[in-house]
């Protein structure tokens, strides 16, 4: 079976384009395709040499990766991951250069956007991706209960494994392998030096694994009369164990969604938040919300751009005259000059909120509008105030 030539180059964009929607899913994908890659050409155009060589040097940047990490920093050992597989990919590319070097250059033009401002980022030390990277230790998740809560997915690859076994399928038994790897080595990235939000690709292979291993899976059962019956018995009791570890794990989803459903949803079609997006429809630049409306809401509710950032997800330009917003207890952004030194044009205060902001009585910040709204506890006003630019 081969797959046909629009379907890889579509893929190949597709993987390309995720580069810049969520980086780290990029990462585990572009791994599990060189591995797949790796294991399906050593199978097909078997190699002691590359195979030893490729192994060598994926353990070398494994057991070195801190070190190398203290030089060069932790986003470019995965490259070195991938170009540790380099003696089985490129005589497996050049093989199918017709297919593989259009879709290389595909999936780099798709990628570049994210890939070459990162790149820019790190030679200029962005402190957002400094943080970002700092920000990632203390993430591991190498602790006895990730073990109970893989067993699950230890025992549907041991089942795959079985279904696949003598089989010579090997765009399967690749596609298993790849999986396999990129699940011990992605989650315990804080161990080598990558370092990158470990239990995020924890759950990204979790979720990769389900949905791909179901093909092998699939393809396995097709199989079932032409086994022996030892092996059709081995095969069952792993599919089974498999099943009934699934079934335990089930309450934990019942008490997310018991917890989610206590927890309640933000409230963006309430009468505070109608009277929030009407007050400031008018306004252009930047708003500082009230102390007892959270920044990010007020956000969602105006569409308009709010005097708060988020650590993790970007930073403004001037962070320095952002960082007094993110002290939401604390009565600093209140100052006029503060206010003009992160160039905030306007500020909502709320009749409800006994704590909100009181301004000093002189012209640089002027009340100019209010919007009434009904509360639970009696008719409350949202008023809008101007900043005067220094």
């Not at 890939?115 to 030679?123: N, Q, S, Y």
């Not at 400031?280 to 950032?309: F, H």
């Not at 320095?320 to 009565?331: A, C, N, P, V, Y």
Request: aromatic share 10%; hydrophobic share 50%; charged share 15%.
């Amino acid at each position: 079976h081969t797959t046909p030539r629009l379907e890889l180059l579509s893929a190949a964009l597709l993987v390309g384009l995720l580069a810049n929607i969520h980086t780290y899913t990029f990462f585990s994908i572009t791994l599990v395709i060189a591995i797949f890659v790796t294991a399906r050409d050593l199978t097909r155009h078997p190699s002691h040499t590359r195979a030893y060589l490729t192994i060598a040097l994926g353990v070398l940047v494994l057991v070195f990766g801190q070190a190398i990490a203290s030089v060069t920093g932790p986003l470019p050992l995965l490259v070195l991951l991938l170009a540790a597989m380099s003696p089985v990919l490129i005589p497996a590319g050049w093989r199918a250069k017709r297919v593989a070097i259009p879709a290389l250059i595909i999936m780099a033009i798709a990628a570049s956007p994210e890939v070459i401002r990162t790149a820019l980022g790190m030679l200029d030390k962005d402190p957002f991706l400094t943080y970002r990277e700092a920000s990632s230790e203390g993430l591991g998740i190498l602790e006895p209960a990730t073990l109970v809560a893989s067993t699950a997915w230890i025992l549907l690859f041991i089942t795959v494994s079985l279904g696949l076994w003598r089989s010579r399928q090997a765009t399967l038994s690749a596609l298993t392998i790849a999986l396999g790897l990129g699940f011990v080595i992605m989650p315990a990235n804080d161990l080598w030096g990558f370092n990158q939000e470990p239990y995020r690709s924890w759950v990204q292979f979790a979720i990769l694994s389900s949905l791909l291993l179901m093909i092998p899976l699939a393809w396995s059962l097709t199989r079932l009369r032409a086994w022996s019956r030892e092996h059709r018995v081995v095969f069952a009791i792993a599919g089974g164990l498999t099943l009934i570890i699934w079934a335990l794990g089930l309450p934990d989803f019942r008490g997310f969604w018991q917890f989610a459903h206590a927890q309640g949803v933000i409230e963006l079609d309430g009468e505070r938040a109608h009277a929030l997006a009407a007050l400031t429809s008018g306004t252009n630049g930047i708003i500082m919300s009230s102390r007892c409306i959270d920044p990010q809401v007020a956000k969602l509710v105006t569409k308009k751009p709010i005097a708060y950032y988020n650590l993790g997800l970007a930073w403004p330009a001037d962070v320095e005259s952002f960082k007094t917003f993110r002290d939401l207890l604390g009565r600093h952004p209140e100052n006029p000059e503060a206010l003009q030194n992160a160039n905030v044009r306007w500020a909502v205060t709320d009749s409800a909120c006994f704590e909100d902001w009181n301004f000093p009585s002189d012209n640089r910040v002027t009340m100019v509008g209010a919007r009434a709204y009904e509360s639970a506890s009696g008719p409350q006003t949202l008023l809008l105030w101007q900043v005067t630019p220094r």
